[in-house]
Structures are given as C-alpha cells and as structure tokens.
C-alpha cells in the first residue's frame, strides 16, 4: 500500500509532524461545509454555513451563529473517533516528538487520546464571554440544544463560540505552538490528511521540511493542490493509510541520544 521509498524514511524516523483537515473526519461521518466529500451537496446551503460562521454575522446576528452551530452539533453527534484518528494514538507513543495541528474544531483527535494537539481553528464547544473573560465548555447536549445565543454565567452578556470564525485571525498562543512544533526543531516528516488548503500555516511545514530536506506525506482522496508539493501523494481513506504508516513508524529508529 505505502511506497518502499516511503516505508524506509518511516521506519527511522522518530519526530512526526501531522496536519489534518475536514477529510480526516468525514471519515467519521462528519459533513464537511465545502469540498470534497463535502456536506453540503448542495453548495448553496454550504455557503450559508460558511456565512453564518464569519466574523460579521457574529457581530451583527450572533443568534444566527449560534444556530448553526447547534445544528452542525447535532449533526456531528454520533461521530466517533475513526482507525485513522487511532493510528495517530498510536504513533504518538512511540515518537520522540509529535504534534497534531488540526483545523477541525469537533475534538475527535481529543476524544481519540491524542496529547500534543494544536487546535489552530479552536473548538466548537468552547465559548467565551463578548464582555468579561469567563469562558465555558458546553456538554454535547447542551450545544446541540441551543437556539440563538447562550447567555454569559457571569454577567449575562452574550456569549461568543471560542473557534476561529470565517475571516477572523488564528489564536496567538496556537500559532506560537505551530511555529515550535514545526520550526524550532523540525518533525522527520510532515504527515497533511484530508486537507489540501493552501493557507499559509499548511504551507509554512512543508516549506520548513524541504530545506531540512525532511519528507512531506498527504493523504487525500484523490490528487490536490498540495500532491505536485509534497515527496509522497498518497491517495485513498486516511482510515486504510494512516494505519499502514502507524504500522511502519519509527520501528527501525536509533534509540534516543542521551
Ligand atoms: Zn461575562
């Protein structure tokens, strides 16, 4: 299934570098608002999700917002963690160093058991206060029950979801993480599965690899933007591929330098 060229960087690698997009979760039954494999197959109605998730519709219809994002709970609420999202557990214990940098906000590489995760777009049950600094959690449930906008505890002002919204900038503090986990000592390899958008923070890893001269994997259903990029395009279920890199990784490795 995996190139022996690519069975053989696996096999000694030790740090992982993995990237993952909505294709890792379609897998669980996730719709995706845009794309491949993608909700909405009706585009229309996939615009209005994205237009309901920006920057300006929290501000000037927060209700709004809020709907839509009960209802995307409500349709992601039996998805479970897939063989890929297991795979990757199961790579972390045994790397040296491994992170996740994941633009899905529905918390399966959490729920999955992985540790060393950078949330880049957030989370969809983590809301935070328009007026004081209080933040919350939202239960599955309580997400999925919503209609318009979930009052402050504190002070009743509104709440606000704690997610990266369409046309608002990345987190700080998750962007500074991205840069030590892919620049400051640079993964062997760089994994991207289910995503081929080119933002700058999915091109900033494989720009870092190739002058390290560190390999670049994608896993994707069919060919992307990225698979011209990368040293390996892989296509097919990230549930078949990433398991056969989890089978592979860092078997032959030299033991840690002391
Ligand atoms: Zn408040």
């Known amino acids: 299934m995996l190139p022996d060229a690519l069975i053989d960087r696996l096999r000694t690698a030790r740090r992982i570098g993995v990237i993952t997009g909505a294709g890792i979760s379609a897998e669980s039954g996730i719709q995706t608002y845009r794309g491949v494999g993608g909700l909405y197959d009706d585009p229309e109605r996939g615009d209005r999700t994205v237009e309901a998730l920006s920057a300006e519709t ?16 409500r349709m992601a609420a039996d998805a479970e963690p897939n063989a890929a999202h297991h795979a990757l557990v199961e790579m972390e214990a045994r790397a040296e160093a491994f992170t996740i940098l994941t633009q899905n906000v529905d918390g399966l590489h959490a729920a999955a058991g992985t540790r060393n995760l950078i949330e880049i777009h957030g989370n969809i049950r983590n809301a935070r206060c328009t007026r004081c ?59 991207w599965i289910g995503t081929s958008a080119l933002f700058p923070y999915i091109l900033d890893p494989l720009f870092t690899a190739q002058r390290h001269g560190n390999v670049t994997v994608e896993v994707n259903l069919e060919r992307t933007d990225l698979s011209a990029e990368v040293d390996f395009a892989l296509t097919g279920r990230a549930g078949d591929l990433v398991p056969a890199i989890a089978a592979v990784f860092g078997r032959d490795a030299a033991p840690e330098c002391p």
């Open 133 to 191: 600094p209080h933040r919350v959690r939202f239960e599955r449930e309580d997400l999925m029950a919503l209609d318009g906008t979930p009052p402050c505890p504190v002070c009743r002002s509104g709440l606000r979801p704690d997610a990266v919204l369409f046309g608002e900038m990345l987190p700080e503090r998750e962007v500074a993480a991205m840069y030590r986990a892919f620049h400051v000592q640079p993964p062997e390899v760089v994994l």
């Open 58 to 73: 929290v501000l000037s219809d927060p209700d709004r917002t809020w709907r839509v994002l009960a209802e995307l709970a």
